[in-house]
């Protein structure tokens, strides 16, 4: 699968139905299936390899004793061409191009390495197979972050302005896109399930 394009529904009826975090001690718990965990594996893996590999392709890797390069700060000063990227690392002042260039320069890099971060910490905790997690306080955090920007990526791909929208209705059922509606959704109950056992 690529953010390039979205695959056709292959009928798969282990995603059905929809997984919910619960309250455990200390954080969360849930039971994913198989196919929901493929899911959701398969994209935070995409933005997190997304997400590294704008940075590394950029090609404006700093001397080792580069003042810059030991602060962390960003050698972009622009919002990335790809309008996935643009929406995980967006400007800071929109109306102020100087400013959104010198603050994209000392957070841009943290907010990779968080995203990154974040992605390799739902990887870690769940299982290729499917199965019980069970998450930490700060790992429920971590899963909140990653599972926003994978929403926030399919909703650029999926031309989501208004999350209070029906997207059924705008999307035939032939459409390669509807697939990932359900799963945008689904995504959205998962996240706010999350919310809830923690509070």
């Known amino acids: 699968m690529s953010w390039d394009g979205f695959p ?24 994913f299936e198989e196919g ?15 997400v590294s590999a704008d940075a590394e392709s950029s ?4 001397a080792a004793g580069d003042l810059e390069a030991q602060l962390g700060l960003s050698s972009h000063a622009e919002a990335p061409d790809d309008p996935v990227l643009a929406r995980l690392l967006p400007d800071g002042y929109a109306d102020d191009k100087d ?14 390495s968080g995203k990154i971060s974040s992605a390799q910490t739902v ?8 199965g019980e997690v069970r998450l930490s306080e700060p790992e429920c955090q971590q899963w909140l ?4 920007d994978v929403r926030l990526a399919l909703s650029v791909r999926l031309g989501i302005t208004d999350e209070s929208e029906d997207l059924s ?10 697939a990932y509606i359900w799963v945008y959704q689904w995504l959205a109950y998962l996240q706010d399930s999350l919310i809830e056992s923690l509070t």
Request: hydrophobic share 40%; proline share 8%; no cysteine.
């Open 123 to 130: 990887l870690a905790s769940l299982p290729p197979g499917g």
């Open 59 to 62: 090609g404006e890797t700093p």
């Open 169 to 178: 209705e705008r999307l035939s059922p032939e459409d390669p896109r509807s």
């Open 8 to 31: 056709a529904d292959d009928g798969d009826e282990s995603v059905e139905i929809a997984a919910a975090f619960r309250a455990a001690p200390g954080g969360a718990a849930a039971y």
């Open 99 to 112: 400013a959104s260039a010198e603050f994209r320069r000392y957070t841009e890099e943290t907010l990779r």
């Open 36 to 50: 929901q965990a493929g899911v959701i594996r398969s994209l935070v893996s995409q933005i997190a390899e997304l």
């Open 145 to 148: 972050r990653a599972l926003n």
